[in-house]
């Protein structure tokens, strides 16, 4: 493995993937994010404990027992709530009780510090949306549970230090969370999915435990960047049970220098699909038990694995299908594509070059003709035809 460089690689594919501001300026959403409201005159005295009702504006930080049970709650429809630049945070022990803003209502949350709680945003039955813009959310347990149906649209948030960052309550919510332009780092999970769905835009991910857990649900990241983690995720199959990850979907989104693809051996969602991405100088190869594949132009660099494809664990295992084109398997440990039998996916226009394994094992796959493999340790391809150049 040349990891250094890889790194240089992985640098410079983060400068050319991240202008984070500039992607979120032609939003059509974010006009809403400033919007001028009448707040509250007397948000000067808001105290902990208190229930909001209208548009309030912090003027001070608030310092909370964590005793109480929530820092404050957002109990009317369409209320904007602003810190003003200011910070929520417990005093005390962090007992399991502890909330900092509690929601029961479509509102916005917005502009300052929530630090500490074991909770620190949470959605109650009733809230259909909540939006979460320019928000520090640091050192909670949890930093924002959906309990409801709740969708969440959260735009240029930094998200540190938490031991989870984006959940919902197990088998008791659904909803989505919507991320835009957000930072994610040094949290232990960065999203734990049950029956939601994550779509991530313009974002961040780096030095977390894991980026995503698929229990259930689907995820996709989109121009992002996901780098110097432990793991990217983990997302597994339930062979006696109703949970199953539909997909998980990578577009545009760079991969690099983690110490593990997934958490455990594999990913197993349903549907893995990949687009003009790269995984680079991984420390494992990245490995797919899957029904569906969809993988198109993506560059696999310099990881400690190529790619394997199989099927998904089932009680009646079957092949896995799919589209496997125009991609690039450079210099990586082992083979750089493999497909073992008996699945048949389709493999078309991909590049194998300098792998120390095989470039292209898969005995069973449909040939789609324009595959090239030169200088591969173990040889160039197994099960399809492949020309030097």
């Not at 998200?159 to 957000?182: C, I, K, P, Q, Y």
């Not at 690039?328 to 991909?350: H, M, Y």
């Amino acid at each position: 493995m040349q990891q250094t460089r890889g790194v240089v690689v992985a640098v410079t594919l983060v400068t050319l993937l991240t202008g984070v501001p500039t992607a979120l300026a032609s939003d059509p959403v974010r006009s809403a994010v400033d919007a001028q409201v009448a707040f509250n005159p007397g948000g000067g005295d808001v105290h902990c404990g208190d229930t909001l009702t209208q548009h309030t504006k912090l003027t001070h930080d608030l310092d909370c027992p964590a005793t109480a049970p929530f820092a404050l709650r957002v109990a009317g429809d369409g209320i904007v709530l602003d810190l003003g630049g200011h910070t929520v945070r417990r005093t005390g022990p962090e007992p399991l009780s502890s909330r900092g803003i509690l929601v029961e209502a479509n509102s916005m949350v917005r502009n300052g510090t929530v630090r500490g709680f074991f909770i620190g945003i949470v959605s109650q039955p009733g809230t259909g949306q909540l939006r979460l813009h320019k928000l520090a959310l640091l050192g909670n347990g949890f930093a924002v549970v959906n309990r409801s149906s709740t969708r969440f649209l959260i735009t240029e948030c930094f998200v540190s230090g938490n031991g989870t960052g984006l959940t919902g309550e197990v088998e008791m919510s659904s909803g989505s969370f919507d991320v835009r332009a957000s930072v994610f780092t040094h949290n232990e999970h960065a999203a734990f999915l049950y029956y939601h769905s994550l779509d991530v835009l313009d974002s961040i991910f780096t030095s977390n435990g894991d980026v995503f857990n698929c229990v259930d649900g689907n995820v996709r990241f989109r121009s992002s960047t996901l780098a110097w983690n432990t793991a990217v995720g983990g997302s597994q199959a339930d062979l006696v049970g109703p949970l199953f990850c539909s997909e998980l979907r990578f577009e545009n989104t760079l991969i690099a220098n983690n110490a593990a693809l997934a958490t455990t051996l594999e990913w197993q969602p349903l549907k893995l699909s990949m687009i003009n991405s790269w995984v680079v100088s991984n420390g494992t190869g990245l490995q797919a038990a899957i029904e569906t594949v969809y993988i198109d132009g993506n560059t696999f660099f310099d990881n400690a694995g190529g790619l394997t494809l199989s099927d998904r664990p089932a009680y009646v295992p079957y092949p896995l299908i799919g589209i496997v084109r125009g991609n690039q398997f450079l210099s990586n440990d082992g083979d750089g594509l493999r497909v073992p039998e008996p699945n048949t996916p389709t493999l078309i226009r991909n590049v194998a070059l300098h792998n120390t394994g095989f470039g292209i094992y898969a005995p069973a796959a449909f040939d789609g003709g324009g595959n090239v493999a030169r200088d591969n340790g173990a040889g160039n391809c197994v099960g399809i035809h492949c020309a030097p150049y």
